[in-house]
DNA sequence: TAGCATATGGAACAAATATTCCAAATTCAA
DNA sequence: TTGAATTTGGAATATTTGTTCCATATGCTA
């Protein structure tokens, strides 16, 4: 039986599926491709990024064996079979706006919101696990276990964080004082040095609290920075900053990601502190 | 100056280069190009495998605009950009179990205590959406909806939560009022016939809010509580019971589901005042 | 408000990339 | 060795994707 008629199988719908095809497939290739299976094996993470061309050079094939390669895998093409990978590779493209719009027309009640605000909160880890800068983390965590007293700044949405921070660093017997939008009064005469500004804000920034931040930069003391992007104003105050993306749902944005931070960098510096 | 003048610097050679030059241009630059910076900045993984007009399409701008801002970040092009990233890619699938288990393996601590609490509230998510009682939330919602005022109550570890609540109610215009446990001075006088209070607390129970609990109801306001258990004391005092449990990760309880459950209850009620 | 500088979107164009096709090469069986 | 069946490579083509350009829109300054 000629390779090209070998009955045609519905494509792998996941990686796995994938690597179990390729295994099936096994030995009783042609010469040409017999090496396209073996350097896809071994280089299933690179199909995401190169183009057939590179594939069929790593694989010292012509395109065109390539393109025969990837259709007895079931794809269509090699096209069809990149998409796999790169959604993999990116996992979920959910689209939270349709999603809303289905919810508004749909029955759904309370519970179902929860449903969508627990998978927003989900997304949003996973995104921390994968995108945090380590080197940052570590530096802020430097940085605050040397302070002789963390201001913890944070307004509006970032206030839950702030306070949550404060009730951790309490915890652990960090001396921490949190800085209260309340009543216009802030605490700046409080800064001293050798302390360190902790300032939580997101878009749209905190006017409060960009203040604070360069207020202490002018003084010298330090600032570390939780925000939602490097492009952030407050980055540019700060002296190690810290990124956290929120997925939103609707117009709505939890902060779980944002509290796993947190918490993460209270915890870190309680420790660190506690063992110098 | 207009911004395809900005004096053009060497591309960015790295990742960190790249984010580098992302925080540096942040704000002077035009909407679109703002647009496109943001988005960007919180999928930097995704550019390897995306092509520009996805890129463009989640910035939502058109492409023209996006390829704009791949020149003032110092590449020819959109391709020159990718290449970057394709390139800094070359470790694995950032998939998300195995990235988890790079942070627990790695050398910083604080990478280490993240991956733990990012998994810690996962799986409190998840608890959260398999064991949440319908009922009880839906009736919760009904209670809230119908409240002349809502007084938020929460102490200690729930005060973020509170917070939190507060600040949503506010965004959706209900009428909510957070109760500061600040200088013991408590705002009992403020319940009237016709409100509700919002109460939260976990072991160990906050005595302050267990006592305004049970105020409200010797006065006939109804009660919503948030809480760990049915047999948390609070539970007795309440019309409506919500519980929700946490995931701890040593002596430590972050408060993913907790914030999943607040956001809900806030937005449910939100919506269905504004259809009343 | 006029006049200038800048930003914007889309349509036209260019380049890269995927895909098909078929003549030539190879293999295998008789 | 011959012929049929299969595999192979590359040239031709189709499709997708990237990039440029410019007319129009927008915002700013005087």
Redesign the interface.
């Given at each position: 039986m000629p390779v090209d008629e070998i009955t045609s199988i519905a494509a792998p719908q996941t990686v796995d599926e994938f690597r179990a095809r390729l295994a099936a497939l096994g030995e009783g290739l042609p010469k040409r491709l017999q090496q396209c299976a073996s350097h896809v094996a071994g280089n299933l993470?690179r199909i995401?990024?190169s183009t057939v061309a590179e594939m069929a050079a790593g694989a010292d094939v012509p395109p065109s064996a390539f393109m025969r390669f990837c259709q007895i895998m079931g794809f269509s093409g090699y096209s069809e079979m990149q998409r796999l990978f790169?959604e993999?590779?990116?996992?979920g493209f959910p689209d939270y706006a349709t999603r809303l719009a289905n919810l508004k027309g749909g029955a759904g009640?309370?519970?179902r919101?929860?449903?969508e605000?627990?998978e927003a909160?989900?997304m949003s880890?996973?995104g921390?696990?994968?995108?945090?800068?380590?080197a940052a983390?570590?530096q802020a965590?430097e940085v605050l276990a040397r302070a002789g007293m963390i201001h913890v700044v944070g307004l509006?949405?970032a206030?839950?964080?702030a306070?949550?921070l404060a009730?951790?660093f309490e915890k652990m017997s960090v001396p921490a004082m949190l800085h209260e939008g309340a009543g216009r009064l802030d605490h700046r005469h409080a800064l001293r040095p050798g302390d360190v500004v902790l300032a939580i804000t997101f878009?749209p920034y905190s006017e409060e609290t960009l203040s604070i931040a360069s207020d202490a930069r002018a003084r010298g003391v330090p600032v570390v920075a939780l925000t939602?992007?490097?492009?952030?104003?407050l980055?540019?105050l700060s002296d190690a900053?810290l990124?956290v993306?929120e997925v939103d749902f609707g117009a709505?944005r939890?902060?779980?990601?944002t509290?796993?931070?947190a918490?993460?960098?209270a915890?870190?510096v309680g420790?660190?502190r506690g063992q110098a």
């Open positions: 993470d995401a990024v790169r993999a590779y990116a996992p009640g309370a519970s919101l929860l449903a605000f627990v909160g989900r880890l996973e921390l696990a994968k995108s945090v800068d380590e983390l570590s965590v509006r949405r206030y839950p964080v306070s949550y009730y951790v878009a939602d992007h490097l492009s952030s104003p980055a540019r900053v990124t993306q709505f939890s902060l779980s990601a509290i796993a931070m918490i993460t960098l915890v870190a420790t660190a």
